[in-house]
T-cell receptor, first 111, second 115 residues
Framework: DQQVKQNSPSLSVQEGRISILNCDYTNSMFDYFLWYKKYPAEGPTFLISISSIKDKNEDGRFTVFLNKSAKHLSLHIVPSQPGDSAVYFCAASVNAGKSTFGDGTTLTVKP | EPEVTQTPSHQVTQMGQEVILRCVPISNHLYFYWYRQILGQKVEFLVSFYNNEISEKSEIFDDQFSVERPDGSNFTLKIRSTKLEDSAMYFC?????????????FGEGSRLTVL
């Protein structure tokens, strides 16, 4: 039972445009949602999070949107930069416990 | 900036051998985790550790796996008798406390290759 799903394994966008990464979940008990960024040969790095009581959280170029009724969240990066090229993992937790990760989406930002 | 450190960065072992992966979490953190990522697959939860005991473990974390915090700083993952399918990147992570977002701080990983 895959509780967190990222259905797009890869995404390619042009520098300066918007990147939208999507994530779906099935467990309605999740109350925190997190996005991590991962470069090859490195561990995941926390990027941004959102509580289930909110529908939007913004941090600089990164915005996460949560649609609880659809059990869907998305990460918007605007403007996208070549340095944003990495694997992005959506994760979810209950009571700030363990994080359950999605499969990841590889983002490529072309100059 | 404080960071989670892991050793070794890469270990090659023969099937059936014991392996110990070591982690030094961020010093004031209270919750510790091991995750693994098989090549090309998702990051999978193995075990969480709090207050000197396992707080949660996954199906993957069977009797071949154990964790301990022997000296208050190191946090180790032991695999008693490695199998080919244990080949993966193993990530240690830590978290400050039980509040907030549950943001985890990850180490750079230990790559385990079982031959």
């Amino acid at each position: 039972d895959q509780q967190v799903k990222q259905n797009s394994p890869s995404l390619s966008v042009q520098e300066g445009r918007i990147s939208i990464l999507n994530c779906d979940y099935t467990n309605s008990m999740f109350d925190y949602f997190l996005w991590y960024k991962k470069y090859p040969a490195e561990g995941p790095t926390f990027l941004i999070s959102i509580s289930s009581i909110k529908d939007k959280n913004e941090d600089g170029r990164f915005t996460v949107f949560l649609n609880k009724s659809a059990k869907h969240l998305s990460l918007h990066i605007v403007p996208s930069q070549p340095g944003d090229s990495a694997v992005y993992f959506c994760a979810a937790s209950v009571n700030a416990g363990k994080s359950t990760f999605g499969d990841g989406t590889t983002l490529t930002v072309k100059p | 900036e404080p960071e989670v450190t892991q050793t070794p960065s890469h270990q090659v072992t023969q099937m059936g051998q014991e392996v110990i992966l070591r982690c030094v979490p961020i010093s004031n953190h209270l919750y510790f985790y091991w995750y693994r990522q098989i090549l090309g697959q998702k990051v999978e939860f193995l075990v969480s550790f709090y207050n000197n005991e396992i707080s949660e473990k996954s199906e993957i974390f069977d009797d071949q796996f154990s964790v301990e915090r022997p000296d208050g700083s190191n946090f180790t993952l032991k695999i008693r008798s490695t199998k080919l399918e244990d080949s993966a990147m193993y990530f240690c992570a830590s978290r400050a406390d039980g509040r907030g977002t549950g943001e985890l701080f990850f180490g750079e990983g230990s790559r385990l290759t079982v031959l």
